[in-house]
C-alpha cells in the first residue's frame, strides 16, 4: 500500500509524472481516458453515472471505483467487491449496513481533521477493510500525521493542490516528504536497501542497492535510477555509463524498511559485468525479446530472423500455423513445445511492430481489469461449426525455417542415465508428429480432388508443383525421348534393379499351403496378386528413381494387373528420365504427374483418366503420410495402404570402435532428405574426444553438401544420447524403433540379436583390434542396389510393420473342403458352438446335411 493516495484537481504535468512513480491516483469523473490502469475513480454524490458507465470505467483498467451509499448499493452484486470503495462523511460511518460492509473493499473518509482515535474506531468498524482518509482541511496533513496514519493502516489522501515539487510549507508538502514520511530504517547508516526490478522483464531482479531520503526524492523527481552507495555517497546510475535507468515504480515493503524500484534498464545492463542483472543472464521470454530486438537491426542478410522481419507474409504465416499446431497438440509435452514455438513468431511479430513485453503486460492487466465479460465465441471464420465455403480453403505450402546459416550444424547432447521417464519418452518423439493437425489441413484437398477430379488436379499441380500441365496421366509405350539417361546411370539402374528383383522373386509366396486338419477336412491358403496399386514417389527437393525400383519390383514379381506411379512434375512439367526408365521396367500401366495429398486422392477414388487402385504404397511428407491414412479409413475409398510412412529417420549406435567420419556421413545420409528427416546417434561409452571428433565431421561434411540447407534444419532437431553400455543403447533404440539402424560397434553381427524393431539394420563397418571386416552393408546400399527394399516403416512404426516386400503386393486366400466323413466328424462340433452363440442359421446349415448324408 502506498503511503498517500493523491486525488488529482490540478494537472501539473511535472506533478503528475513524479506522483506516477509513486502510486496510483484518484481521478473525479467525467473522465475522458481510453485506459485508467493506476487509477481510483470517484464516482461522488454530486455525479449520477449509471451502472454501466462506472462498469466501463473498471473496463478501461481502473483499480477501483470509489462510490457514494446510494450508488454503491445499487451495485453491490453486479461488481467485485475488491473493485469497490465505499465515499462516507466519518459521522456515518456506523450507519453501514453488515451487507454494504461485505459488498466493498474499504472505505473513504471525509474528515474535518485526522484524528487518530476516531479513524481507529472506524477502522475496527471496517474490519479487514482498506482505509483511506481525505481531510476537509485546506492545510496539507503533516509527515508526522502521515507516519501515525500509517502505524493504523490507514492511508491519506491529499489533493494534488496540496502537493509540490518544492520544499514542502504551510499550504503545500513535498511529494517526497509525504513518500517518505511512514519509511523507518533498522541500520545504523539510515539507509534503506533497495531491489532494483525490471519492469520490462516481468518484475525479474537486476541487483541489490541502497537508498537514502536524499536519492529517494531525486528518483522521485527526476524519474531517473538514483541510488547511495556506501562507499561514494549520492550514486546516480549510469552517469558516466550511460547505462541509465527510467524509474515506472517505487514500491515500499510491508514493513516501510525497504524499497523496490521498478526500472526500464537502459544501455548495457544493470550489473558492472555489463550484464542485465547481477544474478544471472537473461532467460525465457525477457532473453527471447533481447535477442529479437538486436537481430532486428543486426541480423544478416539472408537468415531467418531476417526473413521474418522482411517478410510479412511468411511471419503471418508462421503465428497462424503454430497456433494451429498448438490447438492440436494433446500431450502436456506437445502443448509446452507449440507453445513455445507460437511465442517465439508472436514476439518477433512485435518486435517488428515496435512492440515490448511492456505493452503487452499493460494490455494483459487492462483485460484483467474488466467487468464486463463478451460470451466468448471464436469468431465465424476460426469457428468449426461455421458452415465450410463451397470453394475449399486450400492450405499453402509449408514454409521452411532454417536455423542461422552461420552458427554450427549441432546435434542436441542427452545423457540416457540422468533422464527422467518424462524426458525420455520426450526424446523418443519425432520433431514433427501432428496427424491430427495435418489430416485437418489435407482433408480439403482429399475433398476437393474426388469432388473435381482431373481439373482439380491440374489447379492443386500449378499450385504447389509450379507447373502448367494439360493433362496428369502418360501412359505406356512410354516415349523414348521421355527416358534419355547418362548410360553410366542406366547401367547403375539396371544392376540394381536385378538385384531387388532376385530378392523380392525369393520372396514370392507361389505355393499353396495345403493342411489336413482332420480326417476328411482340408484347409488351404494360396496367394493371389492384388490388382491395381498406387505407387507413389516423392519428388520435390529430390529425384528418386531408387523408390520407384522398391516399389515397382515386388508389384511387377507379385503380378499386379495395374501400377500407377504417381510422382510430382518438374515445373515444366516432366517427369524425371530416371523415374519414366523405371517406370518402363516395372511395366507401369500409368504415370500420373501429381504429388503430395492431391495424387494420393486420386489413387484413392480415380478421376476422369487416373485409374482406381486397391492399396496405395510409398513414402512421403507429412502431407502425403496425412492423406493415406485419412483415405485408408473411408470406405468409399475402399482403399489400403502399406504403412504410415512419414519423414526418413535414421539411428546410429557408435562405440569406441567407430570410425567418426564414417558416423558422420551415415548420419549426414538420411538428413539430406527433408527438413523434417530426424537423426539419431546412441554413443556407447564415447569418450568426449570420439564424440567431439563426430560432431566435428558432421558439421564439416555437412557443409560440403549441396543440401546444406535442409541438413542444417534436420539436425537441429536431432539428438545425441550417450549411454553407458551396449544394453542400454539397444533398449533406447528398440524402444525408438528407428526406419534404419546402423551398428557402428565392436562384434556387431552379434549384437542383431538384440534388435527388436527397426525397419532395416546395417551391420559393420569393422573391428579396429584385428583390422578384420565382419560386414559391411551401408545404408546408402540398402537404400539403392543390394536388393533388400527401403521403403520401410518410420515414426516408431516398426514395431508393428514390416518394410514393403513383396508379399505387401499379395493378399492370401483361405479355402476348405470337407468329405462326408469329414462332415460327420466336425458338424456336430459346429452345431454345438453356433448353439453357443445363439446362431440357429449356422447349426441348421450343417444338421441338413447331416441329415442328408
Known amino acids: 500500500m502506498a ?15 513524479a506522483l506516477s512513480r509513486v502510486g496510483p491516483v484518484i481521478r473525479p469523473i467525467p473522465s475522458t481516458e481510453s485506459e485508467l490502469l493506476d487509477s481510483f475513480i470517484l464516482v461522488d454524490s454530486n455525479t449520477s453515472p449509471n451502472n454501466d458507465d462506472i ?49 466493498v473493499s474499504g472505505v473513504l473518509l471525509k474528515s474535518p481533521s485526522l484524528e487518530l482515535d476516531l479513524i481507529t474506531s472506524v477502522s475496527h468498524f471496517f474490519s479487514g477493510s482498506s482505509i483511506y482518509v481525505l481531510s476537509t482541511s485546506p492545510s496539507p496533513p503533516s509527515s508526522l500525521t502521515i507516519r501515525e496514519l500509517s502505524s493504523v493502516g490507514a492511508v491519506p489522501v491529499l489533493p494534488t493542490s496540496q502537493l509540490t515539487l518544492g520544499p514542502s510549507n504551510p499550504s503545500q508538502l513535498n511529494i517526497a516528504d509525504a513518500f517518505l514520511a511512514p519509511l523507518r530504517s533498522d541500520r545504523p547508516d539510515g539507509l534503506f536497501p533497495t531491489v532494483v526490478s525490471s519492469f520490462a522483464q516481468g518484475g525479474r531482479s537486476l541487483g541489490l542497492v541502497y537508498s537514502s531520503r536524499q536519492s529517494i526524492a531525486e528518483s522521485i523527481v527526476s524519474g531517473k535510477g538514483v541510488y547511495h552507495s556506501r562507499r561514494h555517497g549520492l550514486w546516480r546510475k549510469g552517469e558516466t555509463s550511460g547505462a541509465t535507468q527510467d524509474v515506472i515504480r517505487i514500491n515500499l515493503d510491508c514493513d516501510t524498511d525497504s524499497l523496490e524500484f521498478s526500472v526500464v534498464q537502459q544501455g548495457a545492463g544493470f550489473c558492472h559485468l555489463n550484464r542485465p542483472s547481477c544474478f544471472s543472464d537473461l532467460n525465457g521470454l525477457a532473453a527471447l525479446e533481447s535477442t529479437l530486438k538486436s537481430r532486428l537491426d543486426t541480423a544478416p542478410e539472408g537468415s531467418y530472423t531476417k526473413r521474418l522481419f522482411n517478410d510479412p507474409d511468411l511471419l503471418r504465416s508462421k503465428v497462424m500455423e503454430e497456433a494451429d499446431e498448438l490447438c492440436a497438440a494433446e500431450t502436456r509435452e506437445q502443448v509446452a513445445f507449440e507453445a513455445a514455438d507460437l511465442l517465439y513468431f508472436t514476439l518477433a511479430r512485435c518486435v517488428s511492430a515496435g512492440v515490448s513485453l511492456v505493452d503487452i503486460e499493460r494490455n494483459l492487466d487492462t483485460k484483467a481489469r474488466k467487468v464486463s465479460r463478451r460470451p466468448g465465441n471464436a469468431k465465424a471464420r476460426w469457428s468449426s461449426k461455421s458452415s465450410s465455403s463451397a470453394e475449399p480453403l486450400l492450405p499453402p505450402p509449408a514454409q521452411p525455417s532454417p536455423p542461422d546459416p552461420n552458427a554450427p550444424i549441432r546435434m542436441r547432447k542427452y545423457t540416457a542415465s540422468s533422464l527422467s521417464p518424462l524426458e525420455r519418452a520426450q526424446l523418443l518423439r519425432r520433431p514433427v508428429l501432428k496427424f491430427d493437425s495435418m489430416i485437418t489441413k489435407v482433408k480439403p484437398i482429399v475433398d476437393y480432388v474426388r469432388a473435381q477430379g482431373d481439373a482439380a488436379l491440374l489447379e492443386l499441380t500449378a499450385k504447389f508443383d509450379k507447373a502448367q500441365l494439360d493433362s496428369t496421366v502418360v501412359l505406356p509405350p512410354f516415349a523414348p525421348e521421355t527416358m534419355q539417361l547418362d548410360g553410366a546411370v542406366r547401367s547403375a539402374i539396371d544392376v540394381a534393379y536385378a538385384n531387388i528383383r532376385k530378392f523380392h522373386e525369393a520372396q514370392a509366396s507361389t505355393d499353396t499351403l495345403v493342411v489336413e486338419t482332420m480326417p476328411g477336412v482340408v484347409c488351404s491358403r494360396f496367394a493371389r496378386p492384388i490388382a491395381r496399386v498406387g505407387l507413389y514417389v516423392p519428388g520435390g527437393t529430390a529425384v528418386l528413381p531408387s523408390t520407384a525400383l522398391m516399389l515397382g519390383i515386388p508389384a511387377q514379381v507379385a503380378g499386379c494387373h495395374e501400377i500407377v506411379l504417381a510422382t510430382p512434375p518438374r515445373p515444366n512439367g516432366s517427369i524425371s528420365p530416371e523415374v519414366m526408365y523405371v517406370a518402363h521396367l516395372v511395366g507401369a500401366s500409368a504415370v500420373l504427374k501429381a504429388g503430395g495429398a492431391q495424387a494420393v486422392a486420386a489413387l484413392a477414388y480415380g478421376t476422369q483418366t487416373v485409374p482406381k487402385v486397391d492399396k496405395i504404397f510409398g513414402p512421403g511428407n507429412q502431407w502425403v503420410t496425412a492423406a493415406k491414412m485419412l483415405v485408408q479409413n473411408d470406405t468409399d475409398a475402399l482403399v489400403a495402404i502399406d504403412m504410415p510412412a512419414g519423414p526418413s529417420e535414421v539411428l546410429v549406435i557408435a562405440d569406441r570402435a567407430c570410425n567418426p567420419a564414417h558416423v558422420a556421413a551415415d548420419l549426414l545420409s538420411q538428413a539430406e532428405h527433408g527438413i523434417d528427416s530426424q537423426v539419431v546417434l546412441v554413443a556407447v561409452d564415447l569418450p568426449q574426444s570420439i564424440l567431439s571428433d563426430v560432431e566435428t565431421q558432421v558439421d564439416v561434411q555437412a557443409r560440403a553438401l549441396d543440401r546444406v540447407d535442409i541438413i542444417r534444419e534436420s539436425v537441429a532437431k536431432s539428438i545425441i544420447v550417450m549411454v553407458d553400455d551396449i544394453d542400454a543403447a539397444l533398449a533406447f533404440s528398440n524402444d525408438y524403433a528407428p526406419e534404419h539402424l546402423i551398428l557402428h560397434i565392436r562384434n556387431a553381427a552379434d549384437a542383431v540379436v538384440g534388435v527388436q524393431n527397426a525397419g532395416s539394420v546395417f551391420v559393420g563397418p569393422f573391428s579396429p583390434e584385428r583390422q578384420v571386416v565382419i560386414r559391411s552393408l551401408l545404408p546408402s546400399c540398402g537404400d539403392y542396389a543390394s536388393g533388400t527394399n527401403h521403403t520401410l516403416p518410420t515414426n516408431g512404426y516398426a514395431r508393428q510393420f514390416s518394410g514393403v516386400n513383396t508379399l505387401s503386393f499379395q493378399k492370401h486366400i483361405t479355402a476348405q473342403e470337407l468329405t462326408a466323413d469329414g462332415l460327420k466328424a466336425l458338424g456336430p462340433i459346429v452345431a454345438t458352438l453356433a448353439d453357443c452363440e445363439g446362431l440357429q442359421a449356422h447349426a441348421n446349415a450343417v444338421r441338413i446335411r447331416l441329415g442328408s448324408a
Open 3 to 17: 503511503p498517500f493516495l493523491p486525488l488529482l484537481d490540478t494537472h501539473d504535468p511535472a506533478i503528475l509524472s
Open 55 to 103: 462498469i466501463s470505467y473498471l473496463d478501461r483498467g481502473a483499480e477501483k471505483v470509489i462510490l457514494s451509499l446510494p450508488h454503491a448499493s445499487e451495485v453491490i452484486g453486479s461488481v467485485p467487491s475488491d473493485r469497490i470503495l465505499l465515499l462516507l462523511d466519518v459521522a456515518n460511518a456506523s450507519a453501514v449496513s453488515g451487507k454494504t460492509r461485505a459488498g
